[in-house]
């Protein structure tokens, strides 16, 4: 599975988006790209995947540039409960693990 | 309500002994995973089953044993052979034969204390 890189950590205002960037740039094209939080203390949690389109749930959206080299994660308004940390994570459809780098430390403020 | 339940949330044991942490899902997954988490690093495989009665072992399953018996359930057992035993351990869930790409679910995990 292809390395992510991520920064260790962001800081965002309550009610604005938060706008999370992951480098993936020996991603492979089969391959997908995942996002996971983890609130402390807790299981990691499913936010997202796409492969090579922009993806939109009701947690966030996915943006994933042309080359498949990078994608950002939008919160599009953050409140206090998303802190936590972000995981990107870069797998193949048949990959039986998921691998998990440090991520990035998001603390929404007031 | 459907999910994967870890029993217990906590749980302290002494040096040397075996300890079995519980894994439960009502998903209908086929496949389930046993990760481990310690302080400020990412998560690292230890076993996971694909289906019943069959499991693989992960990237770290040296003093870990597995059995897969039911399809609901996963439990890991940490035996005394595990050098660092503390740890926060995650149980994971998805359903590969069904979804492609699949996804993992994650349970709340059990952090394990060993005095």
């Known amino acids: 599975d292809a390395k992510t890189t991520q920064p260790p950590s962001m800081d965002c205002a309550e009610g604005r988006a938060a706008n999370l960037p992951c480098n993936h740039s020996t991603i492979s094209g089969n391959e997908y790209v995942y996002w996971y939080r983890q609130i402390h203390s807790q299981g990691p949690q499913y936010i997202i995947h796409g492969l090579k389109n922009n993806e939109t749930n009701e947690m966030a959206s996915l943006i994933i540039t042309e080359d498949r080299k990078s994608s950002t994660l939008i919160l599009p308004h953050a409140t206090l409960r998303d802190t936590a940390v972000y995981y990107c994570?870069?797998?193949?459809?048949?990959?039986?693990?998921?691998?998990f780098g440090t991520g990035t430390r998001l603390q929404v403020t007031l | 309500d459907g999910g994967i339940t870890q029993s217990p949330k906590y749980l302290f044991r002494k040096e040397g002994q075996n300890v079995t942490l519980s894994c439960e899902q009502n998903?209908?997954?086929?496949?389930m995973y046993w990760y481990r988490q310690d302080p400020g690093q990412g998560l690292r495989l230890i076993y996971y089953s694909q289906i019943v009665n069959d499991f693989q072992k992960g990237d770290i399953a040296e003093g870990y044993s597995v059995s897969r018996e039911k399809k609901e359930s996963f439990p890991l057992t940490v035996t005394s052979a595990q050098k660092n035993p503390t740890a926060f351990y995650l149980c994971?869930?998805?359903?590969?034969?069904?979804?492609?790409?699949?996804?993992?679910?994650f349970g709340p995990g059990t952090r394990l204390t060993v005095l």
């Open positions: 998903l209908n997954h086929d496949a």
């Open positions: 994971a869930s998805s359903s590969p034969f069904a979804i492609y790409p699949d996804t993992q679910y």
């Open positions: 994570i870069v797998r193949s459809g048949t990959a039986s693990k998921l691998t």
